[in-house]
């Protein structure tokens, strides 16, 4: 059961950056699917998931409108394209799914995070 995210790095305010998850079969099909991040000195937040099927999606206010979340089921793989990217953004990203029926559930598993730095 692993999670692996990719696709962070440096970019300036106003840019875009797309996280990438791959996760094993056995925990992919059926969960649903988040992500999370914690910027230095914070705890970590909620930033947005997806239900298994992909049909519903939900983020937090500070990135509605700005960042979206998809599925891939064919590649096992979750993405998270974030448009407009502000210093406030900066924070390591972390994908995680969760046995329960709901996104709202505790997230079980998660995987190693990924640097994004927006600066200029």
């Known amino acids: 059961v692993q999670l692996q995210a990719s696709g962070g790095g440096e970019v300036q305010p106003g840019g875009s950056l797309r996280l990438s998850c791959a996760a094993s079969g056995s925990i992919y099909s059926s969960y649903p699917m988040g992500w999370f991040r914690q910027a230095p000195g914070k705890e970590r937040e909620f930033v947005g998931a997806?239900?298994?099927?992909?049909?519903?999606?939900y983020y937090a206010d500070s990135v509605k409108g700005r960042f979206t979340i998809s599925r891939d089921n064919a590649k096992n793989t979750v993405y998270l394209q974030m448009n407009s990217l502000k210093p406030e953004d900066t924070a390591v990203y972390y994908c995680a799914a969760t046995r329960s029926s709901s996104w709202r559930g505790e997230y079980n598993y998660w995987g190693q995070g990924t640097q994004v730095t927006v600066s200029s």
């Open positions: 997806i239900a298994w099927s992909g049909s519903s999606t």
